[in-house]
């Protein structure tokens, strides 16, 4: 008689995002139009989960507020992307997302220290 034995492995993930400003100066940049957060494109991207050209996509498109700064880098305005892209995916997602970079640049103007 053979026994047989089966072993059952779980696997957990956890995401965390932390934000590092873009600009020199240590401020947070915020939308001109709209007040809300600004993150450089490529941070933008990685934390909505889409490419960095689907945002210059947007861009081009004029769905998404964004600036140039002195460096050359390219700031996105989160809400405007978030909501260009609820088509996408959804908005429930992006707005648990945006929802966490208010609060950290909140917790960040304040002088604490904040992740996502």
């Known amino acids: 008689m053979e026994i047989k034995r089966t072993t059952e492995i779980l696997v957990e993930t956890n995401r965390r ?3 590092r400003r873009a600009e020199e100066s240590g401020e947070q940049l915020f939308c001109s139009r709209c007040g809300e957060p600004m ?22 498109n004029g769905n998404i507020h ?10 996105i305005c989160i809400s405007s992307l978030a909501s260009a892209c609820d088509d996408e995916r959804g908005k429930e997602s992006f707005g648990e997302i945006f929802g966490q970079i208010t609060d950290s640049a909140a917790k960040n103007s304040a002088g604490e ?3 996502l």
């Open 113 to 115: 220290e904040g992740e």
């Open 17 to 19: 995002f932390v934000i």
């Open 66 to 75: 964004f600036a140039e700064i002195e460096t050359g880098a390219v700031m």
């Open 39 to 60: 993150l450089a494109a490529e941070q933008a991207a990685s934390l909505i989960g889409i490419s960095c050209r689907a945002v210059y996509r947007h861009i081009e």
